[in-house]
């Protein structure tokens, strides 16, 4: 809404503690420039990089990865859990 964004803009410490940690956490996960790319909260690809250097760090961040749990919602192993309407939590 245009008065709140105006509020935000008018008030120079709105979202001050929520941007320092950002900061924060982008320099614990080893960014000191942009771009930088964080794969999976664990990788990070600083700078305009070669698509294969991508396709390296998303190979080895995706083979890392723990396995999906799925959650059982019926006869067919989960598929009808979920549908467009959200998703049902089975009664045990």
Same mark, same amino acid.
């Given at each position: &809404?245009?008065?709140?964004? @105006?509020?935000?803009?008018?008030?120079?410490?709105?979202?001050?503690?929520?941007?320092?940690? &950002?900061? +924060?956490?982008?320099?614990?996960?080893?960014? +000191?420039? %942009?771009?930088?790319? %964080?794969?999976? @909260?664990?990788? *990070?690809? +600083?700078?305009?990089?070669?698509?294969?250097?991508?396709?390296?760090?998303?190979?080895?961040?995706?083979?890392? @990865?723990?396995?999906?749990?799925? %959650?059982?919602?019926?006869?067919?192993? *989960?598929? &009808?859990?979920?549908?467009?309407?959200?998703?049902?939590?089975?009664? @045990?």
């Amino acid at each position: &809404d245009a008065a709140g964004a @105006r509020a935000v803009l008018a008030d120079p410490q709105a979202y001050a503690a929520e941007v320092r940690a &950002d900061e +924060s956490e982008a320099a614990q996960l080893g960014a +000191s420039g %942009v771009p930088f790319f %964080v794969l999976d @909260r664990k990788y *990070g690809v +600083s700078g305009a990089q070669p698509a294969e250097v991508f396709a390296q760090a998303l190979t080895q961040a995706y083979g890392e @990865r723990a396995p999906l749990k799925i %959650v059982d919602g019926g006869e067919a192993g *989960g598929a &009808d859990a979920c549908g467009p309407d959200g998703c049902a939590v089975p009664q @045990r």
